[in-house]
Nanobody, 120 residues
Framework: VQLQASGGGLVQAGDSLRLSCAAS????????MGWFRQAPGKEREFVAA??????FYADSLKGRFTISRDNARNTVYLQMNSLKPEDTAVYYC????????????????WGQGTEVTVSS
């Protein structure tokens, strides 16, 4: 199983980024996919997740971040708009078969993370 996240980088406040996560080694369409982030010195937190048809977002990020998936490409995306310095973190994609979309404990597979830095 592999989850390969990419697309992070250094941007300025107000910019946009799109993260990608390419999955392999499991039946992608059977799994809910999620994005979490971890800022320095903080716990990993839920960002967004997607089932086959439904999306879930952290309340604080609704309207700025959009999750999507392409089952034909085994890839999940996170479009991040109007980025703020507080969005600076390592972003992780993860796959879950069952359980809460919001909890890290529900996720079976994790990617290595991609770093996003937003300068003011």
């Amino acid at each position: 199983v592999q989850l390969q996240a990419s697309g992070g980088g250094l941007v300025q406040a107000g910019d946009s980024l799109r993260l990608s996560c390419a999955a392999s080694g499991f039946t992608f369409s059977d799994y809910g996919m999620g994005w979490f982030r971890q800022a320095p010195g903080k716990e990993r937190e839920f960002v967004a997740a997607m089932s086959a048809a439904n999306t879930f977002y952290a309340d604080s990020l609704k309207g700025r971040f959009t999750i999507s998936r392409d089952n034909a490409r085994n890839t999940v995306y996170l479009q991040m708009n109007s980025l703020k310095p507080e969005d600076t973190a390592v972003y992780y994609c993860a796959a879950r078969f069952s359980g809460s979309y919001y909890s890290t404990d529900s996720y079976d597979y994790w990617g290595q993370g991609t770093e996003v830095t937003v300068s003011s």
